[in-house]
C-alpha cells in the first residue's frame, strides 16, 4: 500500500500555501534605516538654512499671505541632501487650438540614482502666456517639471521652514501683480543684544514673566526680521518652560 507523505510543516495547512506566498519576506517589510529624531534634527537645520536664504532675497513670491519657492530656492535644498535635478525629455503638445510644451524631468542623488520624477506642461491658453514666444513657454515647461521632481521629496521640509510646498512657478496663473513683494529690511540684532534677551529669557522667574520677556525680545527681532534671533528666543523660551512646569 502506498504512503501519504506528510507535509514538512504539520502546522502549515494546504490553504494556507497561497497566504504564504504573497506575503513579502522580511527584508522587503518596511523599515527605518535611521532614528527619526536624527532625521527630524537634519531638517530642522535644513530649514533654518532654508528661511535664510528665503529671507534674505530682495524679492520672493508672496500669494494671499503664503510665501512660495522658486525654482533655485528648490535647487538650493536639494543642494543641502545631495540632489540634483534633470530635464530628461521635452514634447511640443498641441490640444484643439492650444500649443506648448510638456516636459518630464527627474531628481537624483549624488550616485546617479532616480528619487523622483514629475511632467509638466506650460501652454500658451495660460493668460500670462498667451502672448509669448514657443521658446519661452518650453523653458518654464521644463523649469515647473524640475520643480515638481523636487517637491515631491523636499516639500516636508519646505513645510517644516514655514513656506507653502507648491513649487511658486505652479501658481502662475493665480498670480497677480501684487504676488511679488519686496522683502522687510534685513538688520540682523547685535549678538550681544541677542546673548542678553535669550539670558533674560532663560532665568524668568516664572511663567507670567517668561512670557513678558519673550514677546520683548520677539517683538524686536520681528522689528529687525531677523528670523535667526527670533528662532534663539523661541528655544530659550521653550527650554524655560519646561523648567518651570
Given at each position: 500500500?502506498?504512503?501519504?507523505?506528510?507535509?514538512?510543516?504539520p502546522e502549515?495547512?494546504?490553504?494556507d500555501?497561497?497566504?504564504?506566498?504573497?506575503?513579502?519576506?522580511?527584508?522587503?517589510q518596511?523599515?527605518?534605516p535611521r532614528?527619526?529624531?536624527?532625521?527630524?534634527?537634519?531638517?530642522?537645520?535644513?530649514?533654518q538654512?532654508?528661511?535664510?536664504?528665503?529671507?534674505r532675497?530682495?524679492?520672493k513670491?508672496?500669494?494671499?499671505g503664503?510665501?512660495?519657492?522658486?525654482?533655485?530656492?528648490?535647487q538650493?535644498?536639494?543642494?543641502?541632501?545631495?540632489?540634483t535635478?534633470?530635464?530628461?525629455?521635452?514634447?511640443?503638445?498641441?490640444?484643439?487650438?492650444?500649443r506648448?510644451?510638456?516636459c518630464?524631468?527627474?531628481?537624483?542623488?549624488?550616485d546617479?540614482?532616480?528619487?523622483?520624477?514629475?511632467q509638466?506642461?506650460?501652454?500658451?491658453?495660460?493668460?500670462?502666456?498667451?502672448d509669448?514666444?514657443?521658446?519661452?513657454?518650453?523653458?518654464?515647461?521644463?523649469?515647473?517639471?524640475?520643480?515638481?521632481?523636487?517637491?515631491?521629496?523636499?516639500?516636508?521640509?519646505?513645510?517644516?521652514?514655514?513656506?507653502?510646498?507648491?513649487?511658486?512657478?505652479?501658481?502662475?496663473?493665480?498670480?497677480?501683480?501684487?504676488?511679488?513683494?519686496?522683502?522687510?529690511?534685513?538688520?540682523?540684532?547685535?549678538?550681544?543684544r541677542?546673548?542678553?534677551?535669550?539670558?533674560?529669557?532663560?532665568?524668568?522667574?516664572?511663567?507670567d514673566?517668561?512670557?513678558?520677556?519673550?514677546?520683548?525680545?520677539?517683538?524686536?527681532?520681528?522689528?529687525?526680521n531677523?528670523?535667526?534671533?527670533?528662532?534663539?528666543?523661541?528655544?530659550?523660551?521653550?527650554?524655560?518652560?519646561?523648567?518651570?512646569?
Amino acid at each position: 500500500m502506498a504512503t501519504v507523505q506528510q507535509p514538512l510543516n504539520p502546522e502549515i495547512q494546504p490553504e494556507d500555501i497561497h497566504h504564504l506566498a504573497l506575503r513579502p519576506p522580511e527584508s522587503a517589510q518596511l523599515a527605518m534605516p535611521r532614528a527619526p529624531e536624527i532625521v527630524l534634527q537634519e531638517a530642522a537645520k535644513a530649514a533654518q538654512a532654508l528661511r535664510d536664504v528665503i529671507e534674505r532675497k530682495p524679492l520672493k513670491c508672496v500669494i494671499n499671505g503664503k510665501t512660495f519657492l522658486q525654482f533655485e530656492d528648490w535647487q538650493t535644498l536639494g543642494r543641502f541632501y545631495g540632489i540634483t535635478v534633470a530635464a530628461r525629455a521635452t514634447s511640443y503638445v498641441e490640444q484643439g487650438r492650444v500649443r506648448g510644451y510638456e516636459c518630464h524631468a527627474e531628481a537624483l542623488r549624488a550616485d546617479g540614482q532616480v528619487i523622483s520624477a514629475a511632467q509638466a506642461m506650460c501652454m500658451d491658453d495660460e493668460s500670462k502666456w498667451s502672448d509669448k514666444p514657443l521658446f519661452q513657454l518650453r523653458s518654464m515647461a521644463q523649469t515647473r517639471a524640475q520643480a515638481k521632481a523636487l517637491r515631491n521629496v523636499l516639500a516636508w521640509v519646505v513645510v517644516m521652514a514655514g513656506y507653502a510646498p507648491t513649487p511658486a512657478e505652479e501658481m502662475d496663473g493665480k498670480a497677480t501683480s501684487n504676488s511679488i513683494a519686496p522683502r522687510m529690511a534685513y538688520t540682523p540684532m547685535h549678538p550681544d543684544r541677542v546673548r542678553n534677551l535669550c539670558f533674560g529669557i532663560a532665568n524668568a522667574k516664572d511663567l507670567d514673566e517668561l512670557k513678558s520677556r519673550y514677546i520683548i525680545a520677539g517683538n524686536e527681532a520681528k522689528k529687525n526680521n531677523d528670523r535667526a534671533a527670533l528662532d534663539a528666543f523661541m528655544s530659550a523660551k521653550d527650554a524655560r518652560k519646561r523648567e518651570l512646569q
